[in-house]
């Protein structure tokens, strides 16, 4: 099916994971030296999706946004409450049905975090043009897509 050979240096899903572990070691390691690891790289990124919202989030729209499982998803807003980053709320008195809210604590986490987030963005990036970066950017979100509709395929040929 693929006559090409495999290379581990040019493979590029060996590529992203190997960049997207350096990325968040580093963010991590930044993080830790300012006294904000609270949590991991990957709860840092829900709060920073959390406080952006202006719909109200619920924890079962989650399952679809990011594409973790649901027992992951449930690790993590628990560890985020515990944490004391958010809060869920009951909506309109139906104790069912809670609602995620940043806490005070929460928003002064994603400000500190997002900084460190920015600045090892801006060291990563260093001596690449914005063309550069606007041109990975477009092909990593092509990538993506492709590597979506790949597992929709894969899924379809279990069924046949």
């Not at 350096?22 to 609270?38: F, P, Q, T």
């Not at 092909?139 to 492709?146: A, G, W």
Request: hydrophobic share 35%; aromatic share 8%.
């Amino acid at each position: 099916m693929c006559a090409k050979e495999f290379d581990q240096k040019t493979h590029i899903g060996f590529l992203c994971g190997s960049i997207g572990r350096e990325v968040k070691d580093a963010i991590n390691r930044g993080a830790s030296d300012n006294k904000m690891d609270l949590c991991t790289t990957k709860n840092g990124w829900l709060i920073g999706y959390f406080v952006r919202q202006k719909e109200p989030i619920f924890q079962k729209d989650l399952e679809k946004i990011f594409h973790f499982p649901k027992s992951t998803l449930a690790d993590m807003i628990q560890t985020l409450e515990r944490d004391g980053l958010i809060a869920k709320v009951p909506v309109d008195g139906d104790g069912r049905k809670k609602q995620i809210v940043v806490t005070d604590k929460g928003m002064e986490f994603n400000h500190l975090i997002e900084n460190q987030i920015l600045e090892v963005e801006e060291y990563v990036t260093k001596d690449i043009s914005e063309e550069e970066i606007a041109t990975v950017i477009r092909v990593l979100e092509k990538m993506q897509q492709n590597a979506r509709e790949y597992k929709s395929y894969v899924e379809l040929k279990k069924e046949d």
